[in-house]
């Protein structure tokens, strides 16, 4: 069965807030380096013209990432795991560490009345979309690394897991569903296969 890749939506909102932020501030920067050589005047309060200048580049060059970044980062179905990708991050999960796949409202997940305003603005314009929570007896790292290259609404508030939301959550499901019951099926038939062996 073919499998395809699905994008990590709220990885792709992180990186849209931080390309728009970090783009502002960029050309500000810019703008402040570039307004003595405009005006033909020194500004008294710069230090360091270079040291402006540096830091106009590190911002632009922050902005350029994240905005090509944000069409990286996905998830896909293989036959014995499953595979998260960002930018910085190749996570693959293992059917075995999983417990369960099932869908949720995201609003379910994260209450808008008790969310706090910075989160509430942040997952506003999926309130009303269905995620899937992938439950899990484990994680592949440690959570602390994994909060490092993810969002923290990626992760489950109610167990140990990972909240994905995906352009179409029915597809991603069936295709999670379809290889994971594959992949059981195969470990019972390798089973009986060792269980069914003797030494004649």
Known sequence: MKTKRYPLLL???TMDRVWKYTLFLGLILLA???????????LGWISSKDLLLTAAVVVLAITLFAFLGRSQAYVKVHQ??????????RL????RRMRSAHPALLQQLFPPQSAKWAQRRFLEPFYGKTVLVIELKGYPLSPFLLRL???EQMFSTRSEGLVILTDDWMKF???LDSM??????????KT???GNFSVR
């Open 11 to 13: 990885y792709r909102r």
């Open 180 to 189: 994971h019951g594959n992949w059981l099926q195969a470990q019972k038939n």
């Open 80 to 89: 014995d795991h499953l595979r998260l990708v960002t930018p910085f991050l």
């Open 173 to 175: 499901s069936t295709e």
């Open 92 to 95: 693959n999960i293992s059917f």
């Open 32 to 42: 402040t380096w570039a307004l003595p050589l405009v005006h033909e005047r020194d």
């Open 149 to 151: 290259f993810l969002p």
């Open 192 to 194: 009986k296969s060792t």
